[in-house]
């Protein structure tokens, strides 16, 4: 089952869906998933068990060289992707290290697709994969591997708090999900 996370009808109350039901969450100032980064990737998440992806052209704001996007933005889909295929297992983590391969350039407005996976998890030491693809050609632009290292228990009831996680109404669902948008169109 595949799922997204969207704006609600209250901006600041994005959503997830997962396997196990749909999930709202406080607006938060996240560079990737964040609704209230106006300077942002504002990343639309789809997220599964083990995996998440997510798919964008993105403008010149992301730029380096003249016409191709910055190597550090790819950076951050690709750690964003990964991060939030934790999620998809209901758990919590940040990146302790990061690797990247980069195959060719992503030029700007050409649309991409990221994906993360978990690989392996022992304890709390999740292993994953991500890959960024050209979205039409399917031609693999970057690879990574990350190492993260999950929440324990009262860590997670914290962000849990935080970030007001909680079961979504059902009736929220069907009535106050807007549409996916890209990135250049958020902000």
Avoid at 55 to 65: I, P, Q, S
């Amino acid at each position: 089952m595949t799922s997204e996370a969207t704006r609600t009808a209250g901006p600041t109350r994005p959503a997830i869906e997962t396997p196990d039901g749909r999930f709202e969450f406080a607006a938060h100032n996240c560079f990737g998933c964040g609704t209230l980064n106006a300077g942002g990737l504002g990343l639309v998440l789809h997220v599964e068990p083990g995996r998440a992806w997510s798919e964008v052209a993105l403008d010149h704001r992301f730029e380096g060289w003249d016409g191709v996007i910055h190597g550090g933005i790819l950076c951050s889909i690709l750690d964003e992707v990964m991060a939030w295929a934790l999620v998809g297992e209901d758990n919590w983590g940040v990146t302790a290290r990061m690797s990247v391969d980069f195959r060719k350039p992503v030029m700007v407005g050409v649309p991409i697709r990221a994906d993360g996976w978990i690989t392996r998890a022992r304890r709390r030491i999740v292993d994953t994969e991500g890959h960024i693809v050209d979205a039409t050609t399917g031609i693999e632009l970057a690879t990574a591997t990350g190492v993260y290292v999950a929440a324990d228990p009262a860590r997670k009831r914290d962000l849990r708090a935080r970030y007001a996680y909680r079961p979504a109404e059902a009736d929220d669902a069907a009535t106050t999900a807007d549409p996916p948008r890209p990135v250049d169109a958020l902000r």
